[in-house]
């Protein structure tokens, strides 16, 4: 079953700052570097949401709010995702995912908590 999975989440200070990454195959093994990619985050008692996608060439945008704390980069000979998210503050506090974009669901992996404490 082809999945995407999660690392580098962890709990920080508020002002901190963390680098998500993301690695996986697509269905019938293809790798990554063959989609567009976003990453998305579900906060407890929230709906998940997108904050950003990158395309096969590394174009990216992201959720208007997000701009300029947050930066998705893509290492396409290395299979890897990327998400920096800087000055981080307790709003930010999520389950964080990659899939591609838009989403597919039956590739959703078990995503990476990230806490941001006050």
């Known amino acids: 079953q082809a999945q995407f999975v999660e690392s580098g989440g962890g709990l920080v200070q508020a002002g901190g700052s963390l680098r998500l990454s993301c690695t996986g195959s697509?269905?019938?093994?293809?790798?990554?570097?063959?989609?567009?990619l976003g990453w998305y985050r579900q906060a407890p008692g929230k709906q998940r949401e997108w904050l950003a996608m990158i395309t096969k060439l590394g174009t990216a945008n992201y959720e208007r709010s997000l701009e300029g704390r947050f930066a998705v980069s893509r290492d396409n000979a290395n299979n890897i995702l990327y998400l920096e998210m800087n000055n981080l503050n307790p709003d930010d506090t999520a389950v964080y995912y990659c899939?591609?974009?838009?989403?597919?669901?039956?590739?959703w992996g078990p995503g990476t908590q990230v806490t941001v404490s006050s």
């Open positions: 697509g269905s019938g093994g293809t790798p990554i570097s063959r989609f567009v």
């Open positions: 899939n591609t974009w838009p989403s597919d669901d039956s590739m």
